[in-house]
């Protein structure tokens, strides 16, 4: 057996450890330590801490993009609340929710817009910074090339290039984001349609119908309440705008006389 030997323990000086007060915080922030509350109004104390740390957790409330009008006063399309997967827009009026196909809207605002500025001062144009070359048939070609200026007219300035090729060179500001591609595409299907140059001058309104629906909204875009609005008050002050181009309804409406025999209320 190994004997066992002992080992004299020595004092460790302990080392003062600074108020939390003068520790240098992580984050640059100082941190505060404050006493129990104790005596009369411990209790108040305590109930006031909790109630500004119950406030931490909770997220900023969103500023409404529209002020809260009376009944009165709320608009026949009324205020969005949501956006319903992608497609729909919710909003609520005075008689209850309507509910708002957001691309076949956006279609018959910006037909009608494209129609009013073409009887005015013309539509206006955006020049593309690289001209855009598209491969056609020589059919196509040779129509969009016999109906160039009628095409211009409407804001869309082309060229042929050669047997099988066109160059977009300006669109009409209001569809500049839009597929410029798939917008020459579809008028030159119109083209072919519609025949003879005179039937093409005829048929503008249905142009213009085509070309609209390329620079509307689109399926899945994600809008922000104040976009949403802005939509619903263009809609209210465009003619017809309970149809789109096609003849489809624009918005729909449940009352809350409707919604509450739906849910059985008042039985």
């Known amino acids: 057996e190994v004997p066992l030997r002992e080992v004299p323990l020595r004092e460790v000086p302990l080392r003062e450890v600074p108020a939390a007060s003068q520790q240098p915080s992580q984050s640059g922030l100082a941190l505060r330590f404050t006493s129990r509350p104790t005596g009369p109004g411990a209790a108040a104390a305590v109930h006031e801490r909790l109630a500004r740390y119950a406030e931490l957790g909770r997220e900023p409330a969103l500023a409404s993009p529209l002020p809260a009008p009376a009944d009165d006063e709320v608009p026949p399309l009324g205020y969005a609340v949501a956006q319903l997967h992608g497609i729909y827009i919710l909003a609520q009026n005075a008689d209850g929710l309507v509910v708002v196909d957001m691309h076949a809207a956006h279609e018959r605002i910006t037909y009608e817009r494209m129609k ?80 003879s140059s005179h039937r093409v001058r005829e048929h503008e309104d249905a142009l213009l119908s085509t070309m609209a629906c390329h620079g509307s909204v689109r399926a899945n875009r994600q809008l922000t309440l104040a976009e949403m609005n802005a939509l619903l008050r263009d809609m209210e002050a465009t003619e017809r705008s309970g149809q789109c181009n096609h003849g489809r309804p624009t918005w729909a409406v449940q009352t809350l006389a409707e919604l509450d025999r739906l849910f059985l209320r008042g039985r």
């Open 116 to 195: 009013s500025a073409r009887d005015a001062d013309g539509i206006r144009t955006q020049r593309l910074l690289v001209p855009l070359s598209v491969a056609v048939s020589e059919k196509e070609a040779r129509r969009a090339e016999d109906e160039c200026d009628a095409l211009a007219a409407l804001g869309l300035v082309l060229e042929r290039l050669g047997p099988e090729t066109l160059v977009v060179r300006e669109v009409p500001a209001a569809l500049a984001d839009g597929d410029i591609e798939g917008l020459l595409r579809d008028v030159l299907s119109d083209l072919l349609e519609f025949g």
